[in-house]
């Protein structure tokens, strides 16, 4: 089996997991890592042989910009004290952390390089967080919390573990000029995506058509990262900024086809690339075995001991921070995500699982010192942080959903059918305002006018069919079901129309491009029901 084999195989196996994992209640990222490292085990299948730079560069940018596609900058700026706490703060204290306790065990490590470690292994992984949360059923202002820490976490880290490797390379390290560094990082972060977002934004709508628009919002955040990273800023931070602001920018109210087009590729995406992601740190295990052979007791202990430090950190901070977040929230009474009970906080702890960039980190620790000689314990290292992956990865992901079960932590369905009522009545709402404009600009019939005001309670009741009253409530009922028969026979006249078309494709002197048409024709007549 060769390269290219092995990188199709990780596609078919990411799309085959996910109705896997639905059916089995397991994460798909997860049962990928699994897979990958059962493929690691098998003689036949080749060692990965991808160029550690490469590895962040080409799986970040288009996971963050689908996972930062689900949320909105009201979420951050609402949630901006439990990110700072979880993907700054939590950041420091973990690399810290770390670094004083693997300076202490591991032979041949220097501060620097501890720190290295340190940072690399500090971010719980985005795509993980928010893949095995997502599927859980969690509170959405707990997955909201995720999706922040996961998505911010990673630019601290990042930078952090630059500074510890230039000084572990160097032999230097100034403070001021590691915070200055991190200060300028993020500001010329913000400014590329935000510029690059206007500019891609504002292209979209020159370009105008829905396959052009898609086409290059996946070229959008590969080159955020890389113009990000050419200046020195943050690549994260940048194709952050630049997905947060398509988010609210790139396609009019309107404009559904690009809509509804662009969230099924993006969903196809992300699908595939967390698949490629997580099989690859499966597959990576051919590196731990190299590294750790004949070594296997010591390597084992260190790793052990990170483990529970990295992994009691996380639990330790979590408690008080909880805790404290809770006190303002009643004090101040802001318009905050928070957990509000000791089993979500429990939740959030163990959901904290490291992943792709660790990983990323972890092979991209340089060979060699500017002194030629070798990188202090760079085998250690690398043993570790795989076993801090796996272990929070594996361990974690497999017993999430046992512990969101046991603890009996669900989404607050009330508040979300509630959140949903509110934005009935306000399509509803809206629907019948214009109406009423269209009224006394024009002269409706009669017949029509009464239907086009059935049709404005429909839209409402279709989502949240408590915003009527009972007799209401029946009469929506007896037209939903008209409505419903009308669209089956409808479906049926199309799909014989479809049919003959098709038909027509094979037919002498016919135009595949000509028929092609028409069929698209018919496939958005059904899409608009």
């Known amino acids: ?140 202002r707990m997955i909201s919390i995720l999706e922040g820490e996961g998505l911010f976490n990673d630019v601290t880290a990042i930078v952090l573990y630059h500074v510890a490797v230039a000084a572990a390379v160097s032999g230097e390290f100034s403070l001021g000029h590691a915070a200055l560094e991190l200060l300028l990082s993020a500001v010329v972060a913000v400014a590329v995506g935000g510029v690059l977002g206007w500019g891609a934004n504002k292209l979209m709508s020159i370009v105008g058509d829905a396959t052009l628009q898609i086409g290059l919002s996946l070229l959008v955040p590969f080159a955020s990262y890389a113009l990000a990273e050419e200046f020195h800023g943050s690549g994260v931070l940048a194709v952050l900024t630049t997905a947060l602001y398509l988010a609210e920018h790139a396609f009019e109210a309107d404009d559904v086809t690009a809509r509804l087009a662009g969230n099924t590729f993006w969903e196809i995406i992300d699908t595939l690339v967390t698949g490629i992601a997580f099989g690859l740190i499966g597959l990576e295990l051919h590196e731990v075995f190299s590294v750790g052979r004949g070594n296997w007791g010591p390597m084992l202990r260190h790793a052990s001991l990170i483990v529970a430090v990295v992994v009691g950190v996380r639990l330790l901070w979590l408690l008080p921070a909880a805790w404290i977040a809770k006190r303002l929230h009643k004090v101040r009474d802001m318009d905050e995500d928070i957990p509000l009970s000791w089993r979500e906080t429990v939740i959030m702890w163990w959901a904290g699982m490291r992943g792709v960039a660790s990983v990323a980190l972890a092979l991209a620790i340089p060979l060699r010192t500017d002194h030629h000689g070798p990188f202090p314990a760079r085998p250690e290292l690398l043993f570790i942080a795989f076993a801090v992956v796996l272990a929070t990865l594996v361990v974690q992901g497999l017993t999430l959903p046992w512990l969101v079960r ?124």
């Open 1 to 140: 089996m060769d390269q290219l084999a092995l990188f199709f195989l990780l596609m078919l196996a990411a799309i085959i997991m996910v109705p896997v994992g639905d059916r089995i209640g397991l994460p798909s990222p997860v049962l990928m890592t699994l897979c990958g490292g059962v493929l690691a085990l098998i003689p036949q299948v080749p060692n990965v042989r991808i160029n550690p730079g490469l590895i962040l560069p080409l799986l970040l940018p288009p996971l963050l910009y689908a996972a930062a596609q689900r949320t909105s900058w009201r979420q951050f700026a609402a949630n901006r004290r439990a990110i700072f706490l979880l993907a700054v703060a939590l950041v420091f204290v973990t690399m810290a952390a770390v670094a004083a306790v693997a300076d202490a065990v591991v032979p041949g490590i220097t501060l620097a390089a501890a720190f290295a470690l340190g940072a690399l292994v500090a971010p719980p992984d985005p795509v993980a967080a928010t893949a095995v949360a997502g599927s859980l059923g969690l509170p959405r």
């Open 406 to 529: 046991r603890l009996d932590v669900g989404a607050d369905t009330k508040l979300e059918h509630d959140l949903e009522r509110q934005l009935a009545l306000r399509a509803m709402k809206a629907a019948r305002t214009r109406l009423k404009e269209i009224e006394v600009a024009e002269t409706l019939d009669e017949d029509l006018a009464e239907m086009l005001h059935h049709r404005a309670v429909d839209l409402g009741a279709r989502i949240s069919p408590d915003i009527l009253d009972d007799e209401r409530r029946e009469s929506h009922g007896r037209r939903l079901k008209r409505l419903r028969e009308l669209r089956r026979i409808q479906e049926d006249m199309l799909s014989a129309a479809r049919h003959e078309i098709l038909a027509a494709r094979s037919e002498p002197g016919a135009d595949p491009e000509i028929v092609d048409r028409v069929l698209r024709s018919l496939d958005l007549r059904s899409m608009r029901g």
